[in-house]
T-cell receptor, first 111, second 114 residues
Framework: SQQGEEDPQALSIQEGENATMNCSYKTSINNLQWYRQNSGRGLVHLILIRSNEREKHSGRLRVTLDTSKKSSSLLITASRAADTASYFC???????????FGKGTRLSVIA | NAGVTQTPKFQVLKTGQSMTLQCAQDMNHNSMYWYRQDPGMGLRLIYYSASEGTTDKGEVPNGYNVSRLNKREFSLRLESAAPSQTSVYFCASNMGLAPNYEQYFGPGTRLTVT
């Protein structure tokens, strides 16, 4: 069963706009990771945020984590057509079990 | 440095046939994973190997077997393929489970069972 659930399932925006995706999870975590999947490809790791961190930046990506609400958000600023992909959150629910992936958000950036 | 490689890229099987999906990584990772991805279902873990010599069931292991041949290679076998096993299969690897490091994914194998 999925631990993380992304919201929305699909998102369509214009190039230059910001895109925000959310992830909610059920149990306590050690860290939360975000991945991108381009059509027909494997997943690529974007960013990892630890449970004791609240915000993290990487280029145009900003990730927040609220452990009290068991939720995270991924913000992509000034989106580009090349950002069109599916985005998945993955949680590390305990110290010795594999990551659990959500079902993903499909982002379409229209030029 | 090829990362994670998978063979074959595409495969069509008839119901009841068997096949083995191969995965190899050249990053000296300890842990390896097999996932399947179906539309609307996200990634579901089939089996994983936390370290060389160990394998464990994931969320959807029925109908599959795995072998951790050595530190580099982790294969997935379908003994008697069923149409429900039509899916895209991904292999992944990382340094380990505790803590859970980022995973590196292969390009996937697209399997159709008729």
């Amino acid at each position: 069963s999925q631990q993380g659930e992304e919201d929305p399932q699909a998102l369509s925006i214009q190039e230059g706009e910001n895109a925000t995706m959310n992830c909610s999870y059920k149990t306590s975590i050690n860290n939360l990771q975000w991945y991108r999947q381009n059509s027909g490809r494997g997943l690529v790791h974007l960013i990892l945020i630890r449970s004791n961190e609240r915000e993290k930046h990487s280029g145009r990506l900003r990730v927040t984590l609220d452990t009290s609400k068991k939720s995270s958000s991924l913000l992509i600023t000034a989106s580009r057509a090349a950002d069109t992909a599916s985005y998945f959150c993955a949680t590390d629910p305990s110290g010795n079990t594999p990551l659990v992936f959500g079902k993903g958000t499909r982002l379409s950036v229209i030029a | 440095n090829a990362g994670v490689t998978q063979t074959p890229k595409f495969q069509v099987l008839k119901t009841g046939q068997s096949m083995t999906l191969q995965c190899a990584q050249d990053m000296n990772h300890n842990s390896m994973y097999w996932y399947r991805q179906d539309p609307g279902m996200g990634l579901r873990l089939i089996y994983y190997s936390a370290s060389e010599g160990t394998t464990d069931k994931g969320e959807v292991p029925n109908g599959y077997n795995v072998s951790r041949l050595n530190k580099r290679e982790f294969s997935l076998r379908l003994e008697s393929a069923a149409p429900s096993q039509t899916s895209v299969y991904f292999c992944a690897s990382n340094m380990g489970l505790a803590p859970n490091y980022e995973q590196y994914f292969g390009p996937g194998t697209r399997l159709t069972v008729t």
